[in-house]
């Protein structure tokens, strides 16, 4: 029998597997693909993950922009991860099963979970981290690139060794994502940062391969596709514990999920095992609690707000609403994004955001003036 059951094999899952592992608990993650590699590109705030291990990044860009209607130097440092360092990083204690999760079965005295192929794992917690399939009901990022030669993308940013975070200029409701990969490679990338449904890849794909055009290049490298569901709500108390994306760890207004996922892991894994002598429910209840105080649940919401409010905007005032957002001071800029549990900073982000916005902008903002009164 197994302590713990993760069902999912991506960064989030294999976090928390190496955290339950290194504290002494027999852990098992179910992966329908364990040998499978990890093609998404993953970029990250240093500040958010300071235990990242340099084996797990490729690349640190040495300036990161950001485009409203103007230029922004953004003062925090970017990472791109290194997906089979973070991947050799986090491989460690845990088995790993073939297979996919049909079923789970749970008991007062524990949990079984059921495979596809017919075999049954017991188990004390079982953790759902095996991602959203996206709905069409639901609010989503959508994003399609493709990896260029340095030297061409230098058309397209101007500057070598250089991130560009959003780049509205001349778009249609959409930005530009410029990312060094560290291998002499740089991905760009058209995306839509929220839309219910997700704009799809053949737009998306037609817009960047304009944008191409128009400095003389062509997408001929290779390509990817990016599909994040943003809006779910914070997932009730009860005997499955949803981690990672299946567990709204996902920025409703941002998308990034994988440093929240990472850092989380480990204190989810000391809830765990403080509670374990007292019963698998209690021992959920206490992972559920790890994850979702009362301040990341009011953090969410507001998320979750802004995320409305975002999608709400006519496209011509959301480089108008990034551009204000760039000129925050740092610290506003890091609570909105990255203070999951920061209800203060978060509400004061907005708050400052209302305050400087012209008439057209505020109008679609109107609720933020509430909720702040409100808290």
Not at 37 to 57: C, F, M, N, Q
Request: glycine share 10%.
């Amino acid at each position: 029998m197994a302590d713990v059951v993760i069902a999912g094999g991506g960064p989030a899952g294999r976090a928390l597997a190496r955290a339950c592992a290194r504290r002494g608990l027999a852990t098992v993650l179910v992966d329908p693909a364990p040998g499978r590699r990890w093609r998404a590109t993953y970029g990250l705030w240093a500040d958010e993950l300071p235990t990242l291990p340099g084996s797990a990044v490729a690349c640190a860009p040495s300036a990161t922009l950001a485009f409203g209607t103007g230029p922004h130097v953004l003062d925090r440092r970017y990472l791109v991860v290194n997906n089979d360092g973070l991947r050799r990083w986090l491989d460690e204690g845990y088995d790993v099963v073939a297979g996919t999760v049909s079923g789970v079965d749970h008991g007062r005295q524990g949990t079984s979970v059921r495979l596809e192929d017919g075999r049954v794992l017991a188990t004390g917690l079982y953790v759902d981290a095996s991602g959203v399939r996206p709905r069409g009901n639901r609010y989503e990022q959508t994003a399609f690139g493709v990896v260029l030669p340095a030297e061409d993308a230098l058309r397209l940013v101007g500057r070598p060794d250089t991130a560009v975070f959003m780049d509205w200029r001349d778009t249609e409701s959409g930005f530009l994502y410029v990312l060094p990969l560290g291998d002499g490679t740089v991905l760009v990338e058209e995306t839509s940062l929220a839309r219910k449904p997700g704009l799809p890849m053949d737009v998306l794909a037609a817009r960047l391969r304009a944008r191409l055009r128009a400095v003389g290049l062509t997408s001929r490298g290779r390509e990817e596709r990016v599909r994040i569901v943003l809006d779910l709500p914070a997932p009730r108390r009860g005997r499955t514990v949803p981690f990672g994306a299946a567990g709204a760890l996902v920025h409703p207004a941002t998308g990034y999920s994988v440093a929240t996922s990472v850092r989380l892991a480990e204190p989810v894994a000391d809830a765990v095992v403080q509670a374990w002598d007292r019963g698998p429910a209690a021992v959920a209840s206490s992972a559920h609690r790890a994850l979702w105080p009362s301040s990341a649940r009011t953090v969410h919401g507001l998320r979750r707000h802004g995320l409305r409010a975002l999608c709400g905007m006519p496209p011509e005032l959301v480089p108008v609403f990034f551009d204000l957002f760039f000129t925050l001071p740092t610290e506003l800029q890091r609570a909105f994004t990255s203070g999951r549990e920061d209800v203060s900073g978060t509400t004061e982000a907005m708050s400052a955001l209302f305050r400087m916005s012209p008439w057209q902008v505020r109008k679609h903002l109107i609720g933020w003036r509430a909720l702040r009164r409100s808290r």
